[in-house]
């Protein structure tokens, strides 16, 4: 069964950081287009950042580039988003997703995760 679990949402402070992480099950990591959506309340679902399958290609959106890094682990079959400089736009609930390339922020397949609420207040 395929299945992408997120994990280390929560509350941080503007300018703090948090890493969030996806586990893959039933796939690699390495041969599939992952990216990383968020929704705030209120508004449409937004493709953050996207890594691509093999070479590892990287597109970020550009509301984080500069602070917002993703990356992957083979070897724990697993990616990684990290968020530094985080401000209260940033928060909503994060999602891993399976995304085609080279549109990878606005296309999407049918594999979601269940999502992590990351909130960015004082």
């Known amino acids: 069964q395929l299945q992408l679990v997120e994990s280390g949402g929560g509350l941080v402070q503007p300018g703090g950081s948090l890493r969030l992480s996806c586990a893959a099950s039933g796939f690699s990591v390495n041969f599939y287009n992952i990216g990383w959506f968020r929704q705030a309340p209120g508004k449409e679902r937004e493709g953050v950042s996207c890594?691509?399958?093999?070479?590892?290609?990287?597109t970020n959106a550009d509301s984080v580039k500069g602070r917002f890094t993703i990356s992957r682990d083979n070897a724990k079959n697993t990616v990684y988003l990290q968020m530094n400089s985080l401000k209260p736009e940033d928060t909503g609930v994060y999602y891993c997703v399976l995304v085609h390339w080279p549109k990878c922020l606005s296309s999407t397949s049918g594999l979601w995760g269940q999502g992590t609420q990351v909130t960015v207040s004082s």
């Open positions: 890594i691509k399958g093999g070479d590892g290609s990287i």
